[in-house]
């Protein structure tokens, strides 16, 4: 009965995102301190209260302990309102990878191993952030030559690039 308080709670977190989800993440971030850091806050002194209720070598005091012990990461998404409560979009933008990883043991060698982990990095970053891959891919070849600067490369990261950069060119 005490693990379902804890669900609502997660539930609670999860309805605050949604009903802030189409703000500009300024906005997220102060919805999010404002209503999510209560119920988080109250998270946490349950975990800390009850870490010392459950025998040590359970599940559920690994579980406990993992997430106290991750705490600052798990409350990362409320300093900014561009990051996402769950990972669970990353995890499944790289699910085809995992699967396919087996096929990825005959790569040539190390450098060809890691140059084609590094475009699918960006393949996959770009999609995240709303952009076609392939226009994507050949707006930073377009560019990358010409920067010269640690700005400059950095404005060619896909979270920097809009759709109207890959329409120019």
């Known amino acids: ?19 802030i989800e189409k703000l500009p ?13 209560p119920v988080l806050d109250d998270l946490k002194a349950w975990l800390e209260k009850n870490s010392t209720r459950v025998p040590r070598d359970s599940l559920t005091y690994k579980a406990i302990q993992y997430t106290l012990n991750q705490w600052e990461l798990l409350i990362g998404y409320l300093a900014d309102g561009r990051l996402n ?22 790569a040539d060698t190390p450098r060809g191993a890691k140059a084609s982990a590094t475009v699918y990095s960006l393949i996959e970053t770009a999609k995240a952030n709303g952009l076609e891959p392939f ?8 560019h990358i030559g010409g ?3 640690v700005e ?3 404005a ?3 979270w920097n690039v809009t759709l109207s950069k890959l329409q120019e060119g």
Do not use: C, D
Request: glycine fraction near 2%; hydrophobic fraction near 45%.
């Open 147 to 149: 920067a010269s600067t």
């Open 152 to 154: 400059e490369i950095e």
């Open 1 to 19: 009965m005490w693990i379902l308080g804890r669900l609502r709670k997660i539930r609670k977190l999860y309805a605050i995102e949604k009903r």
């Open 25 to 37: 993440p300024e906005e997220k971030t102060r919805q999010r301190q404002q209503l999510a850091q």
């Open 85 to 106: 409560i769950s990972n669970a979009l990353a995890e499944n933008a790289i699910r085809p990878f995992a699967v396919g990883r087996r096929n990825w043991l005959f």
């Open 156 to 158: 060619l990261l896909p």
């Open 135 to 142: 226009a994507y891919i050949h707006h930073v070849l377009q």
